[in-house]
């Protein structure tokens, strides 16, 4: 209890602390959102490689002086175009050209950046975030991306809907399956940026995966998944951000530790895995 008033004074006080809680939030929110599509469409392994791929394009802005916003959806979209290409012009599977063109992105992203260290390029930060570092412009470019992403999915929600549990027959009645997915791996470019500060790019993958995983092993309608995911996001990102500052550990790395916890509550605490019920069995 002491820490938590400690928090809330802390939270009072100090506008880095109300800036990195407001980010999380943010985060959590649109990664639940953008990740139940991931998760049910069996991406996990492209929300994996579209995080890393961004590295490049984040280390060419940093070096040419441009937004890493824009390098980033760039290298973000090239490279979900380029894991494409492969896989539909070569005998080479999907599983495959994902690890193939994520695997160099990111690691000639780590080349950029270790070549020019005479820039103020933190790779630290950009693999594992710093929320607690969120400036103003920060915060901002996250709560429009935030709101540019809301509206998106809101907008094409039944295309968004339709391409994921039937391609085939979206695309009977006149919706291209191939063009949301490569509208959707834009989205998802646009939230691992705004997930750059907060949680970095290593662990970002986790975000989009795990809370929108606690909530499909909840509930089986998608509009409750998205709901619960985008909560429990906020959840693992205010828990988050309340650790790493009351035990001085990274917060990246607290925020997902935290959301893997209500994975595992949900993991045998939901009804379909009947493994409470199955306990109350044997006994």
Request: charged share 5%; glycine share 8%.
């Amino acid at each position: 209890m002491e820490n938590i008033v400690f928090f809330l004074q802390s939270l009072s006080q100090y506008q880095y602390l109300q800036n990195a809680l407001k980010a999380g939030i943010l985060v959590g929110i649109i990664c639940g959102l953008i990740g139940c599509f991931i998760i049910l469409r069996g991406m996990a392994l492209m929300g994996d490689a579209i995080s890393h791929s961004v590295l490049p394009g984040v280390a060419i802005a940093y070096i040419l002086g441009f937004s890493f916003f824009i390098g980033a959806v760039i290298a973000g979209v090239i490279s979900a175009l380029g894991i494409g290409y492969v896989a539909q012009n070569s005998k080479i599977k999907d599983d495959s050209a994902i690890g193939i063109i994520f695997t160099a992105a990111f690691a000639l992203g780590v080349i950029l950046i270790t070549v020019n260290r005479g820039t103020e390029v933190c790779l630290w930060h950009i693999l594992f975030g710093n929320v607690l570092a969120v400036s103003s412009n920060d915060l901002l470019m996250t709560f429009i991306i935030g709101i540019i992403v809301i509206i998106t999915v809101t907008l094409f929600y039944k295309q968004l809907l339709l391409t994921t549990f039937d391609p085939i027959m979206a695309e009977s009645i006149g919706i291209p399956a191939k063009t949301v997915h490569y509208f959707l791996m834009l989205l998802l470019s646009l939230v691992t940026v705004a997930s750059l500060q907060t949680v970095g790019i290593i662990l970002v993958v986790a975000m989009l995966i795990t809370p929108g995983a606690s909530a499909y092993l909840l509930t089986n309608r998608l509009p409750i998944m998205i709901i619960l995911a985008s909560i429990f996001g906020v959840i693992s990102a205010i828990a988050g951000v309340y650790f790493s500052y009351i035990y001085d550990i990274p917060t990246g790395a607290s925020i997902v530790v935290v959301a893997s916890i209500i994975f595992a509550l949900s993991f045998f605490l939901s009804p379909n895995q009947k493994f409470i019920l199955s306990i109350v069995n044997k006994n």
